[in-house]
């Protein structure tokens, strides 16, 4: 007799056959018949029709039967709750039975069923099984806390459980101390403030008496437990560490990597000079190269994990490079993450050996692997100064491979070592130029001819080769057409006497010929800067770049440090919080190191991810930013840092200092909105821009967005001929009308025009550049409310990828004020749900260019803290979106 | 914690669906079918995040295994569970595959339901689980008071893998040594690097509750700080040559805190078999075969392939049952090989000839040469040339032979020892 019979029954009028096997008086018939209830439910037909049927079973001696019916019940009670009470005779029966295993099948089985009306009589049994003499029902019991908070947490609170839970802590049987701990540890996640794990030395060191005698998987759960508290002295700190590091040998990979958590961040306490700290260190580096012989799932993991440990603590596996060497059978994925710590552990001593295995790498046959490998050795070229010859001649090597991916990789990171290296590679020009043919992905397209525009000087054929790219102008991407732009303009100011017919070709197809207002706006700056003031164009496209960092792409140090206290995780395995992928208050919560000195203003969205050019649009998205870089090179992102130093003096960019007051937005720009007259900020000082001064603020009225400055002449002379000139922007955001000022404006006298949006002004005098910070919700239209199913499904089909969450503290409004607040700043409500007394909100708003922002808002009565998760099909506004919210509710 | 497990065919039809958390629907089944297991291209990762919903898998010849969760869990914990998940069901009924699946998922379900509980895993070893799940419906009655509570104490008890009132007739203990040494060279033949992970595999049919004690003798050196320096001092001092093991972990039958301090490795063993320790080692690698390739393309049709493979151990040892394992292009059309010793075929269907050698003494050598036709063919992908394999035994390994020694507590020891080196 096989069972796989069960799963090929497609009969017509099959339930109602089932129904009368069901009855049946024969329990072999019976036993069967629920088999092949459970095979249909399996895959996925519905059975829901056979409830009473089935229930009438559950009153059987037969155990196999029994846990049958459960298992049907535990699928189908919550879509038929009244019926479900008629199973509650049975269980209430069942945990009374001398049978310990039926009493905890029982309580179980109970616990997830998830019908108000079944907890209710859910308590009594269970607050018996928690003290039960057995401690198999026990440990389940335990669990069985944990679920019943899941559905009701009030009720467990109110019944006492939480504190009956805690004294299992002090169980007899480690089982039962281990599952207390898990489910404690679960309850306690989500009340971040309840101090329910009320961690001591006390209870510490019961759990670690636990820990050398528990099952594998509650080992990792005392571990995951251990890992929240903070010792309160170095000698504690030690004396944990000292106990803990036994489980590095523990066959169980999670064990060993929940030890590593552990050890990892109660080090932080130790003082670096302590015997004992060294000693640590050391006996960390061969469990961890032991995970490498696992099976490859937990190798991924592991490898995930490894580079996040590196970038912490780099001297733990500076001497174990070769481990991380591929091997032909590695699975893609296990390539792929070894290849990243290959570079992470590149040093002067191991460089030759590295970039021998690299170039073998770049031969083999995975295209995306062959890539990653040809990116590293221009990384290590970056990271390694004595390398980066070697590494050059490397990547020469392969281009003559022909290989066509190859080739356009190699030029993509040739050009940054160019830019970290100026004036020492320039020789291999020539052979970069000989594969111009055959590049026909944009990234590389746009690196090299950024190479050519970049060292016009030294290449003969500089405007030959620059040419032929330009008769295919309006079929290349966005990217290839700016650098193609800007390069020529280079050019032209490099060799102005041969090129001047080419930079008037190419302007004029920026300008007249092409709808990209991004190209657009870059051409007649460059055309206005050109025709107006050629050596300031110089100063401007030609500006010095500074130096690109050798490691671009580490992890936030803030990050980082929350990563490592979720070592073994799946945050581990993304290398994103929590609160990134976990839905609800579960999470939220940012664990830090001990000792830590990063204070949460130093979080700053993950930048790495994000491609260069993309950087400087999310940047120039709140901050109209003329004087930045009108060169637009390619590796902006570095730029940023330095930006107001490297800046021509003759630019005059007040508040245009890059990354870090992009994100103090929150204070400084999120200024009241609606019908409140916000206070006007200086951008232009007087002494700046020979005697004008320009204030202003950004606002929304009536549907229009609104810049209003006030124009202020302090000089002893009369300004007269007033214009006015928007660099591109991520919203495309550009003057409605010329700037129009009547009346020659004389010293000392103030004109307050109500103005569109504008930035660059000229006058008789001169032209002033200068930029200012606009709150993103002017950007916010009026129709932005979106229908409730356009909303579901969009917000399905975002990637999930693109979801941020944040939390806005200290906000003491419930719901519907929030919700009216917002309203009033065109953030509309769509819905609103309450689940277990937190509210949600489902709100939409939409963006002048037609970028529609999703966002959830849980408010819990009480709870001055909102989490807001945003999702939106252009990822980097989300940021700002919810700077504005937090101005917007705490105003 | 884990929200719901599934197991798939390789078409995808859903086998076994459980759902242990509400936060996870039906839904969850189908997404990953048609993200994952439908999915065209190769699998990029284990782990796969749809819809905010965390999808991890492993694949056990056609069938896939899922766990999902909306938490942030512990990911190596819910691979090392899925592993023993497959360890598990392989113990109760053979293989994994769709027909044993199908026969007997209402094993699996009762089996699911009580080595995961809302999601954390519970007591997994299968000696404990025999016990009390054994797809006899009835036994739950005919029990009595003290087996059922002999039961719950054993699966929540301190030694949850090992049932009391064990009783054999003759006590016997079988210990192998696997060893497999990973060996990376460069194209010009170079060690670049080299390790042997070893496995001490134990069957064990003792009575009772037998307490084990094996020794680490002087010569072996953990390469852990603190006690690595002292015990070096040691292997110097008496002019033995010590063996360094890098790295080792242990069943948890071990008592773990019992090794770190007094570096002894004691424990009670479960009843049948069970991998006791795994180690790891990079000092002084002596590899026991060399094996010189040589490749040569005669036009586009044609390939000349000569391996010759040296004996590097003492002529007075035998290395047995060894086979090597030439992989070949897939345009294969032909084969013809020659060989000196022993016998070599082409098997079409694994891509490779394999050459099998009876037994061989150190110091010794030998070749084969073959000559490959090849079909032409307008695929432009290369041949990847996968690494050349060989296994073998040897009735004491060159490292075992110095490893550890053993103190039984008085039973009788049948020791078996065997070496598998692929290259």
Known sequence: MTDSKYFTTTKKGEIFELKAELNSDKKEKKKEAVKKVIASMTVGKDVSALFPDVVNCMQTDNLELKKLVYLYLMNYAKSQPDMAIMAVNTFVKDCEDPNPLIRALAVRTMGCIRVDKITEYLCEPLRKCLKDEDPYVRKTAAVCVAKLHDINAQLVEDQGFLDTLKDLISDSNPMVVANAVAALSEIAESHPNSNLLDLNPQTINKLLTALNECTEWGQIFILDCLANYTPRDDRESQSICERVTPRLSHANSAVVLSAVKVLMKFMEMLPKDLDYYGTLLKKLAPPLVTLLSAEPELQYVALRNINLIVQRRPEILKHEMKVFFVKYNDPIYVKLEKLDIMIRLASQANIAQVLAELKEYATEVDVDFVRKAVRAIGRCAIKVEQSAERCVSTLLDLIQTKVNYVVQEAIVVIKDIFRKYPNKYESVIATLCENLDSLDEPEARAAMIWIVGEYAERIDNADELLESFLEGFHDESTQVQLQLLTAIVKLFLKKPTETQELVQQVLSLATQDSDNPDLRDRGYIYWRLLSTDPVAAKEVVLAEKPLISEETDLIEPTLLEELICHIGTLASVYHKPPSAFVEGSRGVQHKRLPGSTLTPSHRRPVLSALPVDNLFFFVCSSTIQLGGDIGGNPAMGAAFGAAPATMPASFNAPGSGGLDDLFDLGGGVGMPMGALNPPKAVWLPAMKAKGLEISGVFVRRAGVIQMEMTLTNKAMSVMTDFAIQFNRNSFGLAPAGPLQILTPLSPNQSIEPLNNLQVAVKNNIDVFYFSCQYPISMLFVEDGKMERQVFLATWKDIPNDNESQFQIKDCHLNSDAASNKLQSSNIFTIAKRTVEGQDMLYQSMKLTNGIWVLAELRVQAGNPNYTISLKCRAPEVSQCVFQNYEAVLKN | ?423
């Open chain 2, 1 to 423: 914690m884990i929200g719901g497990l599934f197991i798939y065919n390789h078409k995808g039809e859903v086998l076994i669906s459980r759902v242990y958390r509400d936060d996870i629907g039906r839904n969850a089944v189908d997404a990953f079918r048609v993200n994952v297991i439908h999915a065209r291209q190769q699998v990029r990762s284990p782990v796969t995040n749809i819809a905010r919903t965390s999808f991890f898998h492993v694949k056990r010849s056609n069938i896939w295994l899922a766990a999902v969760t909306k938490q942030n869990v512990n990911a190596a914990m819910v691979f090392e569970f899925l592993y023993k998940m497959c360890d598990v069901m392989t113990a109760y009924f053979g293989k994994i595959s769709e027909e044993n699946i199908k026969n007997n998922f209402v094993l699996i379900y009762e089996l699911l339901d009580e080595i995961l509980d809302f999601g954390y895993p519970q007591n997994s070893e299968t000696g404990a689980l025999k016990t009390f799940i054994t797809q006899q419906g009835i036994k739950g009655q005919v029990s009595t008071k003290e087996e059922q509570s002999q039961i719950t104490s054993q699966v929540t008890g301190q030694i949850g893998w090992r049932r009391e009132g064990i009783k054999y007739r003759r006590n016997e203990l079988f210990l192998d040594v696997l060893e497999s040494v990973n060996l990376l060279m460069s194209p010009q033949g170079q060690v670049l690097s080299a390790h042997v992970s070893g496995r001490v595999v134990m069957k064990s049919y003792l009575s009772g509750m037998p307490e084990c004690k094996f020794g680490m003798n002087d010569k072996i050196v953990i390469d852990k700080q603190g006690k690595g320096g002292a015990s070096d001092d040691a292997g110097k001092s008496s002019g033995k040559q010590s063996i360094a093991i890098d790295d080792c972990t242990f069943h948890q039958c071990v008592r773990l805190s019992k090794f770190d301090s007094e570096r002894s490795i004691s424990f009670i063993p479960p009843d049948g078999e069970y991998e006791l320790m795994r180690y790891r080692t990079t000092k002084d690698i002596i590899l026991p075969f060399r094996v010189i390739p040589l490749v040569r393309e005669v036009g586009r049709t044609k390939l000349e392939v000569k391996v010759v493979i040296k004996s590097n151990f003492k002529p007075s040892l035998l290395a047995q049952k060894i086979e090597v394992r030439i992989p070949t292009p897939l345009n294969t059309s032909g084969v013809q090989v020659i060989c000196m010793k022993g016998k070599a075929k082409y098997k079409a269907s694994e891509n490779a000839i394999v050459w099998k050698i009876k037994r061989m003494a150190g110091m010794k050598e030998s070749q084969i040469s073959a000559e490959i036709e090849l079909l032409p063919t307008n695929d432009k992908k290369k041949w990847a040339r996968p690494p050349i394999s060989m296994n073998f035994e040897v009735p004491f390994s060159p490292s075992v032979s110095k490893g550890p020694h053993l103190e039984g507590l008085g039973f009788k020891f049948n020791v078996g020892a065997h070496a598998k080196t692929p290259l």
